[in-house]
């Protein structure tokens, strides 16, 4: 495939993830070129699941592992919960991850966004403890998953823990983790709502090169019961333009890195 090719096709995937859907001529403008090859390109990423075409257009494909959720309103509510904001965080972290690297997501509804924002790249490798993560990602060749095994901790969750999970991170080196958290808090931390989750992320982190936490501007200051690590072992904060310069400056203090998406 050429290069031109390519690059259409990662302009389209790009502004997919921004939006949601989208017409032939708001992608005309997008990636120029002409409506046929538009349309060309629009096939090819559909034959890869990543997007669907529609009447004068196309959509992002969110997968059907989804869909015995649609109805539960605990699910609805955290899917919907900053959904914005998780969206454009999801697009700035994955613009940090390199060919050839190998990343860690930990379970959320952010670094979900940042797995389905990776899904058409090449030569990365991802280490999960989500399954959801872990089923948007196994039908991509491009990219390796690699899920840690473990127990599911509550009814409608997608994180595993236990034993398994840590075990399996024991032998596993990561060049970067991406960190979604409930709580960021300049003294205490970053935390998490369970113990057992907060220690496979705790695991992660060790075994990873560079921390990255994923959390929009409405978690930072707060505190959740499990504690993860220490906010001077974070190396960068993506959050959204909605974090004031007061929420972020006690994270620049400690010498973290902050992206606004």
Known sequence: MSESINRRSEQIIKFLLRTGTATIEELLAVAGSSAPSIRRDLARLESRGLIRRTHGGAELVEPLLYEPFRYDSSFLAREQRHAAE???????????????????????????????????????????????????????????????????????????????????????????????????????GATSLETDEALVYRKMLKQSKKVIVAADSSKLGKVSPAFICPANEIHVLITDTGATPEAVAPFERQGIQIIRA
């Open 86 to 188: 998780k969206r454009r965080i999801g697009l700035a972290a994955a613009e940090m991850v390199q060919a050839g690297e190998t990343i860690g997501l930990t379970a959320g509804t952010t670094t979900t966004h940042i797995g389905r924002s990776l899904r058409h790249r090449d030569k990365i490798q991802v280490v999960t403890n989500a399954i959801n993560i872990g089923m948007e990602l196994c039908n991509q060749p491009g990219i390796r998953t690699y899920l840690t095994g473990g127990v599911v901790p509550w009814a409608w969750s997608f994180s595993l823990t236990g034993n398994a999970a840590l075990t399996f991170l024991d032998d596993v080196y990561m060049d970067t983790v991406f960190l979604s958290v409930t709580g960021l808090d300049a003294e205490r």
